[in-house]
Each structure stands twice: as structure tokens, then as C-alpha cells.
């Protein structure tokens, strides 16, 4: 709780306990409308009735009451997860590599989690236990991939030229993918609707094995929100207030792995919702990372479940990837971010 | 009795158990830096006066620069120590360090909208952990740090909307949070126009009153004459003349730092040393003409 007062005490022109109240306010609405609302014959008024009748053995319907709860409550729960993941990866990965671009989606980590995964079911793994771990070691992987490429010839203090070589690698396992995906048919169906990034589907079970590691990443990076505050000072600044800047960075990127790789083991690579959700909650609180990364534990879950809304809605009875959707949000941003008076640096 | 004096001599100058209080006396021995497999600087010897405001002064790419990166532990040495308090600056956690050796490096740049105060709040970290995080404690001596300063009504300010003295002061007072008893600066005034040079220079002077030991690269050696109680000239890696900058700074020294002829005089009001004259020798002049 001293942590919750501390990083508060830092809210002022607009208070940061306001601003959190409201949004989980928000969330909570956007995650009612979640339960209501499907591409199915399920309509908002039925759910509603539903909802109200949990207990009520008279009025019991069973069609309403098996959809809220075997499909739409497991991918609520898995929005919200996934969402907060995402968007706390993002904004760590754009505050270690001081560039508001830096994306998990567009530098490769996701691709890695992805290309690991589909590797892994081509080799015949099946668990979901198994698929979370592949998929945060694919992501760690792909992370140091892009950074050590960003390391040669300085690409990392131009935020473009990272992204570049984010783009490249993303590319190349993607079609690696591809390759095995043409190559070996049982893979493919099983991986098809999961490498495009989608909460359909989804078990309440398959949520499970993803907790432990998300726990040690939610300590870390507990841990690490005030090295990283003072890294945004600059390195030099850093070290001279005591703090580790290569410990703090290398920690950082295994934090990202874990949430990274876990939210895409769990809900297939989703583009964008790192670069969206703390690119907003900059823009609500300030560029201190502590209220960064508060802000983005209801706006993630927030845009990805509004997202998962929309992918019902726009071509029912079917669905739209939620993958899809948030690259058709994102890339606009991403747009927008870009051709701004200038990067804002971090 | 003869074997007594030496002994209180050195207890009152080095209360160990206090480190914090007291003026320390940074040091190297034998310090060689280098970057990659270029030597900058090889076995250098040198005190730091307690208490006062150094100087080091030199033509760029003299080994300055490097010399504080050295100091601060931003470089690592090749060969030799740096000695705070008589004791090698790499067998200290870097977070201890922090609480004794305050480091301003050279035009730091402050994310946007972040404000004086949030800044200041930063020199807090080294004396902070996870089980004590913000105390009232704490507060007391950012708001001191700001009323040094002459930043408290500007504490809610961006500091990126203060002028360049202000923002120069408000590091400075994040460094002065930091309760070090010696801060090192690179070039603290770089980039400053005249009124804001004297601005930082003149707290500069006032932290060194208050028992800080200061250490600054400068380039401007007119104010270091100025303003620093000890000078220390370096040309290509080694220190050709340290001391009083009245004693230290001749016509001789100055040409063979920057190649300049000059006059001095002594300032008729504050007894520094002064440069006047200044123009190019001759050697230079004839070095152009052919």
C-alpha cells in the first residue's frame, strides 16, 4: 500500500487516483456490455434477463446462461488479462528503449512468442502449460533478437530505424510460420484462428498456467518502476542515483518476455494494444512511468475487451479476429504517432 | 607524546564513523582511462580539496571529461583507483556511492512535463528503498533543496518550460537532495548565456560554502579564475599545473593549453586572475599564413 501512496503522491495536475477510479468505472461498464453482447442469438435483453436470474430456478434460461458463462465471461476474463498484460509490456518496453514506438507487436517479441509456439505444436506439444512457457521463451527471444540488432550501428537511439529491424525480424517469422503452417496440415488447423490473435474460444483453463509467471512479472515490475523512472533521466543520471541501468534493462526485457509471451500463448499475437494503451495513458497522466503503468492496468484491459466487443458485432453471425481489429485501431495511431511535430522522447 | 599528534591529526581530519558529515578527500592513484584501446589517461595522481570548488580546465579533448567520468564510476579504470574518504570507489555498492558522490552529467535532458519538483524528488532515490520509500523525511529536505535553490515557487513548473539557468539549478538541486557531501558536475554551464552562467556559478560557490566539495569540468577558464577555489589544467591526459588559480594560471600555461597569447592582469575587485589581450601566437599566425 506504501507503493499504491508513493507512486499516487506523484499524481498532480490531474490526480492519478481520479483518473484510475474512473477508468475501472469505465471497464467495468465495457465489461458488463462484453457479457451482453455477442454475434450469437443471445441478445443484450436475454443476457440482461439472464444476469438477473442467476439464482432464480423458476426463470432459468439455459441457452443464455451456458453463453454468458462457457463463452462470453471465459473471454472477458482472458480480455482483461491479456489486455493489461500488453499494455504494461508495452509501456515498459517503450520506457527501456526511451522510443514510443517500441511496440512488443512491431519489434518482433509477439512474431518470436508465435513462431515458438507454432514450432511447438508442429512438434506435437499439446499442453497449454507447455504452450505459455514456449511462447514467453519465443518472446525473449525475439526481443534480444531486435535489440542486438538495434545495438549494431546504434539503430537504438534512432526510434525508426529499431522499428525497422522490428519490422524485419516480425516478417521473417512470420513467414517462417507460413512455411511450417504449408508444410504440415494438423498444425495448420490447429493454429490457424490462434496466429491471427483472438479471444474466441477460449478456456477459462487455458488461463491458468499463464498466473505464476504473471506474478513474478507483476512483482518485477513492482521492482522496477522507480529504476526505470530514473532511467528516463538519462543513463548517466541513473547510475548516479545508484541504480544498475544494464540489470534494470536486462530484467525489463524479461518481464516483457513473460507478459508478452504469456498473453500470446494465451490469445494469439495481438498488434498494436502495446503501442495504443500506454501512448493514451502518457497522454492522460504524464511521462513518469509509475503512473504509466498504473494507467495501463484498466486502459489495456479496456481497449482490448472493447475490441473484442466490436469483433462480434461488425459481420455477425460471424466474428472478426481481434487481431484484425486492433490493427485496424492501431495503425492509425501508430500514423498519427509518427508524423507528430516530433517524437516525443521518453 | 611525539607519536600522538599525528595520530589526533589524523582522527579529527578522517572521522570514519561520519563519512556523511564531513568534508571527504577524493583522490586517485596511478588512474589510467581509457575508451576501448585508446589511452585517455595514464597514472594520474591527484587530491581533490575538501570543502572548496576545483576546477578542471583544459583545450577540448584534453582528458577532462573523461577524468570526471572516471571520478563518477561512469568509466571503469584500467589500471589505478579512485579514493573517496581513502576508500576505492569500486568496492562501494553503486547505491552507497550514491548517498556520498552526487553526479551531474553534461546537459541532462528531463522527459517532458516532468516538474521541478518530481526532479528534485529523484536525488531522494539512494537514501529510499522498497521498505522505506517516501518519508517526511524525505520531503523536508526536497523542500530544502528547492529553497537553496531559489526554485520553490516554480516547484509545480515543467522543467522544460524554465529558463536554461533555472533548469541548470533545478538538477542541481535534485544532486543537492541527493545529500552528498561532494557533487561532480561536467560542465555545468555549458550552453548558458552570461546571466544564467552566474546564476548556477554563484550556487555553485554558495554549495562549497555550505562544506560540499565540488568538482567541475569547465571550459571557460576566465571563470573558473572566477569561481574555483582549486585549478586543475590538463593538456593531452596529464595535469600540467594545479593549485591556487591565482598562482597557477601565466601567459605561459594558457598558450600551452589553447596556443593563445594573453596579458593577465589581476581583477581590481575580485582579486582573480584575468585574461586580457587574448589573441593567437605567432607561431599560429604564421602556421596560417604559409
Known amino acids: 500500500m506504501r507503493v499504491l501512496t508513493h507512486c499516487l503522491s506523484f499524481g498532480k495536475p490531474r490526480s492519478l487516483i481520479g483518473l484510475w477510479l474512473g477508468l475501472s468505472g469505465l471497464l467495468a461498464a465495457i465489461a458488463l456490455l462484453s457479457l451482453l453482447y455477442g454475434a450469437g442469438d443471445v441478445g443484450p435483453a436475454r443476457a440482461w434477463q439472464a444476469l438477473q436470474n442467476l439464482g432464480d430456478a423458476a426463470s432459468y434460461d439455459s441457452e443464455a446462461h451456458f453463453v454468458i458463462a462457457e463463452l462470453r465471461a471465459p473471454r472477458l476474463w482472458i480480455g482483461l488479462v491479456v489486455g493489461a498484460a500488453l499494455g504494461i509490456a508495452g509501456a515498459l518496453l517503450q520506457a527501456v528503449t526511451r522510443n514510443p514506438l517500441a511496440e512488443p507487436g512491431l519489434l518482433g517479441v509477439s512474431a518470436g512468442a508465435a513462431f515458438a509456439v507454432t514450432l511447438a505444436i508442429l512438434w506435437g506439444a499439446d499442453t497449454a502449460t507447455l504452450r505459455v512457457s514456449v511462447a514467453q521463451l519465443g518472446a525473449l527471444g525475439g526481443c534480444l533478437c531486435v535489440l542486438a540488432a538495434a545495438r549494431l550501428q546504434g539503430i537504438g537511439s534512432d526510434p525508426i530505424r529499431l522499428i525497422l529491424a522490428g519490422a524485419i525480424l516480425s516478417g521473417l517469422l512470420h513467414s517462417l510460420s507460413s512455411l511450417i503452417l504449408l508444410y504440415d496440415q494438423h498444425t495448420a488447423d490447429e493454429i490457424r484462428f490462434w496466429v491471427v490473435g483472438s479471444l474466441a474460444g477460449r478456456q477459462l483453463d487455458d488461463l491458468v498456467p499463464l498466473f505464476p509467471t504473471l506474478g513474478v512479472a507483476a512483482l518485477l515490475t513492482i521492482l522496477l518502476a522507480r529504476p526505470l523512472a530514473a532511467l528516463a533521466l538519462g543513463e548517466h543520471v541513473a547510475i548516479g542515483l545508484g541504480h544498475h541501468p544494464r540489470v534494470v534493462r536486462l530484467l525489463v526485457i524479461v518481464v516483457v518476455a513473460l507478459l508478452v509471451g504469456g498473453a500470446t500463448a494465451a490469445a494469439g499475437p495481438i498488434a498494436f494494444v502495446g503501442l495504443v494503451v500506454p501512448f493514451a495513458a502518457r497522454a492522460l497522466a504524464g511521462p513518469d512511468i509509475r503512473r504509466t503503468l498504473w494507467l495501463c492496468l484498466p486502459l489495456g484491459p479496456i481497449v482490448v475487451v472493447s475490441a473484442d466487443i466490436v469483433s462480434r458485432l461488425v459481420v455477425p453471425p460471424s466474428e472478426l479476429p481481434l487481431g484484425v481489429l486492433t490493427a485496424l485501431i492501431g495503425a492509425p495511431v501508430l500514423i498519427g504517432v509518427v508524423r507528430g511535430r516530433r517524437l516525443p522522447t521518453l | ?290
Open chain 2, 1 to 290: 607524546m611525539t607519536h600522538d599528534a599525528p595520530a589526533c591529526e589524523r582522527d579529527t581530519a578522517q572521522p570514519d564513523t561520519a563519512p556523511d558529515m564531513t568534508a571527504p578527500d577524493m583522490a586517485t592513484q596511478g588512474l589510467s582511462l581509457a575508451y576501448g584501446s585508446v589511452a585517455v589517461i595514464e597514472d594520474l595522481d591527484l587530491q581533490l580539496p575538501a570543502g572548496q570548488v576545483t576546477a578542471i580546465v583544459g583545450p577540448n579533448g584534453c582528458g577532462k571529461s573523461t577524468l570526471l567520468a572516471g571520478l563518477s564510476r561512469l568509466l571503469k579504470p584500467r589500471g589505478g583507483t579512485v579514493l573517496l574518504n581513502g576508500t576505492d570507489i569500486r568496492h562501494q555498492p553503486t547505491r552507497q556511492l550514491a548517498k556520498r558522490l552526487a553526479l551531474l552529467p553534461q546537459q541532462p535532458h528531463a522527459p517532458e512535463a516532468l516538474t521541478v519538483a518530481e526532479l528534485v524528488r529523484f536525488g531522494r532515490h539512494p537514501h529510499q528503498s522498497w521498505l522505506r520509500q517516501w518519508s517526511p523525511e524525505d520531503k523536508r529536505i526536497v523542500d530544502e533543496a528547492l529553497d537553496m535553490t531559489g526554485l520553490t515557487p516554480l516547484a509545480q513548473r515543467p522543467v522544460d518550460a524554465l529558463s536554461g539557468g533555472q533548469r541548470q539549478r533545478a538538477w542541481i538541486a535534485m544532486a543537492i537532495a541527493q545529500q552528498t557531501a561532494t557533487l561532480l558536475l561536467d560542465e555545468p554551464t555549458s550552453a548558458l548565456d552570461l546571466g544564467h552562467q552566474v546564476e548556477v556559478y554563484e550556487l555553485i560557490q554558495s554549495l562549497a560554502a555550505s562544506g560540499k566539495t565540488i568538482v567541475m569540468v569547465i571550459h571557460d577558464l576566465v571563470s573558473a579564475c572566477r569561481y574555483a577555489d582549486h585549478l586543475i589544467a590538463m593538456h593531452q591526459g596529464h595535469v600540467i599545473a594545479e593549485g591556487l588559480p591565482g598562482e597557477t594560471v601565466t601567459p605561459e600555461l594558457v598558450r600551452r593549453l589553447y596556443g593563445v597569447e594573453c596579458s593577465l592582469i589581476t581583477d581590481p575587485v575580485t582579486g582573480a586572475p584575468l585574461l586580457t589581450n587574448i589573441r593567437r601566437t605567432r607561431d599560429a599566425l604564421d602556421g596560417s599564413a604559409t
